[in-house]
């Protein structure tokens, strides 16, 4: 069946790293764009940014002020998520979703999501 | 580009029907018919309710209804059943491949 299957929980020092992945599997993974949306705790969603991972392309949220990078290896379906200089409000529960892929403009599979906690 | 404005929480008793709002502006809501409603259970994915204002995916309840008016938009559940408490999260496309999320909108079955 189409799923996202995402890494385990992370729990990371302020300033590191952290990186989340995300294989796709039961579709074509380059035909539709991945994003990234994180929930802080007791918070809503927001939105990072996306991955066309045909092409490469990407284009994130200013919110992030450059410290997210997402990657692709389409060899493995798989989409990458890459955020830098964690400080404790990076703690989050961090969501691939598919894009447009039955229903227009909107979200239809999500992956079961990443807690990444940044704590020292 | 602020988040969508949602009511913090609204409430119903089951078999009543309950709306909630999702206000945006010109840029966002008002200029595109591409808004989308997520249900949210607690430790769970969200879930796609409601696709381009007022479409329904296959295997949603027709309890499940939206529109738009301007810069809000709207979720209607009718006939409120216990299994519908949960979180409910608008998303509008907000031109130039940037979307959008409201602040979510905890629902209360009574």
């Known amino acids: 069946q189409v799923q996202l299957v995402q890494s385990g929980a992370e729990v990371k020092k302020p300033g590191a790293s952290v990186k989340v992945s995300c294989k796709a599997s039961?579709?074509?993974?380059?035909?539709?764009?991945m994003h990234w949306v994180r929930q802080a705790p007791g918070q809503s969603l927001e939105w990072m940014g996306w991955i066309r991972p045909d092409s490469g392309n990407t284009q994130f949220s200013q919110n992030f002020h450059g410290r997210v990078t997402v990657t692709r290896d389409t060899s493995a379906s798989t989409a990458y998520m890459e955020l830098s200089s964690l400080r404790s409000e990076d703690t989050a529960v961090y969501y691939c979703?598919?894009?447009?892929?039955?229903?227009?403009?909107?979200?239809?599979?999500w992956g079961q999501g990443t807690m990444v906690t940044v704590s020292s | 580009q602020s988040a969508l404005t949602q009511p913090a929480s609204v409430s119903g008793s089951p078999g009543q029907s309950i709306t909630i709002s999702c206000t945006g502006t010109s840029s966002d809501v008002g200029s595109y018919n591409l808004v989308s409603w997520y249900q949210q259970h607690p430790g769970k994915a969200p879930k796609v309710m409601i696709y381009?204002?007022?479409k329904r995916p296959s295997g949603v309840s027709n309890r499940f209804s939206g529109s738009k008016s301007g810069n809000t938009a709207s979720l209607t559940i009718s006939g409120l059943q216990a299994e519908d408490e949960a979180d409910y999260y608008c998303?509008?496309?907000?031109?130039?491949?940037?979307?959008?999320f409201g602040g979510g909108t905890k629902l209360t079955v009574l």
């Open positions: 381009e204002v007022s």
């Open positions: 039961g579709y074509t993974f380059t035909s539709y764009t």
């Open positions: 979703a598919r894009y447009s892929g039955n229903y227009r403009d909107a979200f239809d599979i």
């Open positions: 998303c509008s496309y907000a031109g130039t491949n940037i979307v959008i």
